[in-house]
């Protein structure tokens, strides 16, 4: 592809400025609040004997959420940095670290997870259109198309239009919350059956809590925005404790709502709670109600995703001179086109991939689970480690209760991370394998000598 030489060149670099709070609350409420909502909660609900254990893990997953917020905050204040994770990675454990997580991100943790979003983007939007046998693979790959066309075009109109959709989400979950509280409905009666928490307590709720925080995933994509905020030793904190509020306050509404429209049993028996919420609410228009809500709510996942997903890919070309043409920023649109381009082509081949699988959800989600909690748990072990290789560094903001609370989040993101690669199959061993490829990059990495970027 040619570009313009007097708006792409490589001089240009992301702006203080152009993202405001409001815009990194929108994308953080955006990416986090998605799908998965009407995915996990009956599986939650398998692995709880009653709804008070059942809302305490929802509530305990918005406080990890809010540790791994806290230590994201600490980071992302004293090194802003396009490059987020890589940035804190390449800082407190090497380049090394650093520049396999990029890999990672680029080929089995940021793509894989637009790749999902767009499946279940893909199976509604064919409710909506049918596009023939092979409709939501094709719904899918438009979505992401269009969504990577809409950032390439500028960071002003792909942060609106994330305004936009996260509003629209928001809201049509706000109306499904009132729709619900104040239906006057009994819970469904349904035949009671075993949960599956009694297969052993300890072991039932941790399953949950791998199933909670699956659907609270996506907050620390605003890492990768923080060199683009007007002050991010004052902002960033901002957006990740406001963003991480508000997803917790909506999702505790939503399951209180599930639970009194079905009642624990009946939410543990459910096959697609949303349709079920939708019928019980909106009535005969329940399927097309429910097919426009979850494309929005996919589509501001999508888009809220590839924004931040193509930040990495910039900061890895401004390190690596083989990759130089990934480091290029363009000057008309405030965007990493190049960037953004190979991250659409990556996304699109897992997508025709995970076509070829049952489920493609599901592929996805078990291809990138362990790998991502993986380096997690070593962002959260960075806040000590560059505490004491850099004590002079100037930080805005600390890690309140330091050091339980980045401790705290790294022992969960170890034990989620065992707990995916013991459940997820096959595609999570794929993921890991593609995580090994990875190593030559090292090898090349220690050759050339360099360094990460300022």
Known sequence: MTTDAASEIPTPKPQKGNLTVLDGVAVLVGVVIGIGIFGFPPLVA????????????????????????????ELGSAYPSAGGEYHYLSRAWGLRIGL??????????????????????????????????HGSSIHA??????????????????KQMQLIFTTLTVAALGAVV???????????????????????????????????????????????????????????RRVLVVGCLIVTV??????????????????????????????????????????ILICCTAISTINGTIMTGARVYYALGRDLPCLRALGVWSARGQTPVRALLLQCAITLALILFGALSDNGVQAMVAYTAPVFWLFMMLVALSVWRLRRIDPGHVRPFKTPLYPFTPVLFALTCAG???????????????????????????????????????
Do not use: H, K
Request: neutral net charge; aromatic residues 10%; glycine residues 12%.
């Open 178 to 236: 009132l729709a619900g509280l104040w239906a006057d409905t009994e819970p469904l009666v349904v035949t009671p059956v075993q949960n599956t928490a009694n297969a052993g307590w300890l072991g039932g709720l941790g399953m949950g809590m791998v199933f909670v925080l699956l659907t609270y995933g996506g907050w620390n994509e605003t890492a990768y925005l923080s060199s683009e905020m007007r002050n991010p030793a004052r902002d960033l």
């Open 100 to 133: 396999l997580f990029a890999w990672a991100r680029c080929t089995v943790i940021q793509t894989g997870a637009i790749a999902a979003v767009a499946f279940i983007y893909g199976d509604y939007a064919q409710q909506l259109v049918g596009l023939g046998i």
């Open 416 to 454: 989620l991370m065992w707990a995916s690669t013991l459940y997820a199959g096959a595609w999570a061993i794929v993921g890991l394998l593609v995580l090994l490829v990875g190593i030559p990059a090292i090898a090349f990495a220690q050759r050339v000598g360099i360094s990460p970027s300022p």
């Open 250 to 291: 909506v999702y505790l509404l939503i399951n209180l709502t599930f639970l009194e429209l079905f009642g624990i049993q009946g939410l543990r028996q459910s096959q697609a709670i949303g349709a079920d919420v939708m019928r019980l609410t909106a009535g005969p228009y329940a399927a097309v109600a429910l097919s």
């Open 46 to 73: 398998q692995y709880t004997d009653s709804p008070a254990v059942y809302m305490g893990l929802w509530a305990a997953g918005g406080l990890i959420m809010l540790a791994g917020a806290l230590c994201y905050a």
């Open 141 to 158: 790959a438009l979505g992401v198309m269009v969504m990577t066309a809409l950032n390439i075009r500028g960071t002003r109109e792909s």
